[in-house]
């Protein structure tokens, strides 16, 4: 019996030849293109849609194929319904097309994201500054 035989409908996507499927939502992001530790250009977005292995995002401008991209999204659950998230990416822009900005994730994490009065007057060891969160530890399981 051939495989494709044995995938329901709801397996395929629609064509989609990717191999992870992709969550069509759109979320607020910060954007870093990176060179060699170095900030190159930022600015602000949105994710068009999204999968474990990639983001499609418009940045708002063009961004050359071939850099390293940093991003930070808002993410639209709560921690234990009280602390706001964010989903920090790292990754490598692959293709790119008028402000749509494709990219191969490399690297990814959740953090909480606290408010801009939380930041305030806080030394960086401070045991209240945000701090980093597995994503076993969240059981989000984006696939």
Partial sequence: MDSSEDQKPTDVIGGDRRA?????????LRWKLVRR?????SGTGY????????ILI??????????????SVS?????????AMQLVVSGRIVRAEHSRVAIRMVQHEFRTA???SEHRGLP??????PFLMSNAALNLGIR
């Fill in 58 to 71: 418009d940045a708002g401008k063009h961004l050359p194929a071939g850099l390293n991209i940093e991003l």
């Fill in 37 to 41: 530790r170095r900030v190159l250009d």
């Fill in 75 to 83: 993410w639209p659950a709560l921690l234990h319904n009280v602390a």
């Fill in 114 to 116: 606290a408010s801009p």
């Fill in 124 to 129: 960086p060891t401070d045991p209240r500054a």
């Fill in 20 to 28: 992870d499927r992709r969550y069509d939502i759109r979320l607020d």
């Fill in 47 to 54: 994710t068009i849609d999204l999968s474990s292995g990639g």
